[in-house]
């Protein structure tokens, strides 16, 4: 796990530069009409510093594993592909990821992100809506910019496989919404229904990261399927993690002990539990969901029902199985190398994380 780690920080100087390129810190006049235009009048820059790229760079600057843009370029090593040439594409995967979360921050009315106080708590609801919006669109400015390196057909691929999967993260997110308010059959949704929301949510973006790595390298739509299938097994893996962490966090944790029972969701480990547990317990924890409740001593409550009938473990299988699906289906497909082995490890750290 150290060495994926390792790589993981190793990689975060070059995407962090990437985004700098396309969000700098400290935005002027030149770098605004590089990615907006010629003004028809005139452009406000202290306005644009204050919406933009001062929030969003509180945001980026807290941490965040950099981990989707790191597996684009480990899956574009692995295929012989050429890393310097679509280096700018690390923005696709991380600022959709960023402004993905910042929108979530509000949908789920959470408190804190990575230990500090969210966007919208700190700028305002209205400021973190329009700079998580932002970050949807402002990285295909990296598409433009890069396109003249790459034949027609590469760059209408990309846009349909970005355009695919922005359509699906929403759908994910639009069902998670909904089932942790308790409506369209909450307390009865299958082991499937969960799954194809994270397939949705979740899954999306690494999904994407693979396929851009398949698209730019040249490679086939067999390899673009089964490697966004890898991609979007790591990432439900990574929400199971996390579902896990919420509930039984490490030190590194940066979120609230449980904040996923405050917002009533219906995870894997509540799907289990609701499966195995008497009706007393199934009726208790489903009570403390439709609370939403902050109270500290019923949110416990919950978490240890959810112990009591061995969700923990049971997720933690579940994980371990779909691991090693993913990766028997891509392993014939990449030829032996050094960055095969590392994406290797990439998928085995997605469920050993402590973070």
Wanted: aromatic share 10%; charged share 35%; proline share 3%.
């Amino acid at each position: 796990m150290n060495d994926i780690i390792e790589f993981l920080e190793k990689k975060r100087p070059l995407i962090d530069s990437c985004i700098i390129k396309y969000l700098p810190k400290k935005i002027d006049k030149k770098y605004l009409e590089w990615v907006f235009g010629k003004p028809s009048y005139s452009y406000n820059v202290n306005a644009l510093q204050k919406a933009l790229s001062e929030p969003i760079w509180d945001f980026l600057e807290r941490g965040g594993k950099r981990w989707r843009p790191a597996l684009f370029l480990l899956i574009t090593e692995a295929l012989g592909g050429d890393v310097e040439k679509v280096k700018d594409f690390v923005v696709l995967t991380e600022l959709l990821h960023e402004g993905s979360i910042m929108i979530d921050d509000i949908e789920d009315n959470s408190d804190l992100r990575r230990g500090k106080p969210c966007t919208h708590k700190i700028y305002g609801i209205d400021v973190a809506i329009n700079a998580g919006n932002f970050m949807y669109f402002l990285p295909f400015i990296s598409l433009i910019k890069n396109r003249d390196k790459f034949d027609k057909n590469t760059i209408i691929r990309a846009y349909d496989a970005i355009i695919e999967e922005l359509i699906k993260i929403h759908a994910g997110q639009g069902m998670d919404i909904i089932w942790h308010k308790g409506l369209a059959d909450a307390d009865s949704i299958t082991e499937k229904d969960y799954l194809q929301m994270c397939a949705y949510k979740t899954g999306v973006l690494p999904r994407l990261a693979a396929r851009l790595a398949v698209i730019f390298s040249g490679g086939s739509k067999k390899a673009e399927e089964k490697l966004g299938k890898l991609g979007e097994a790591i990432g439900l893996i990574f929400q199971i993690k996390d579902d896990i962490l919420n509930i039984k966090p490490t030190e590194k944790w940066g979120k609230e002990l449980g904040d996923d029972i405050s917002e009533g969701k219906r995870t894997l480990l509540v799907i289990h539990t609701f499966k195995k547990a008497n009706r007393k317990d199934r009726e208790r924890l489903l009570k403390i969901l439709k609370m939403h409740t902050k109270d500290k001593k019923l949110i416990i409550k919950a978490i240890n029902i959810i112990k009591k009938y061995g969700s923990i473990e049971y997720a933690e299988r579940f994980a371990e199985k779909l691991l090693k699906k993913a990766w028997k289906d891509v392993d014939k497909l990449l030829k032996p190398s050094p960055a095969k082995e590392k994406l290797k490890a990439f998928v085995d750290f997605a469920i050993r994380r402590d973070v």
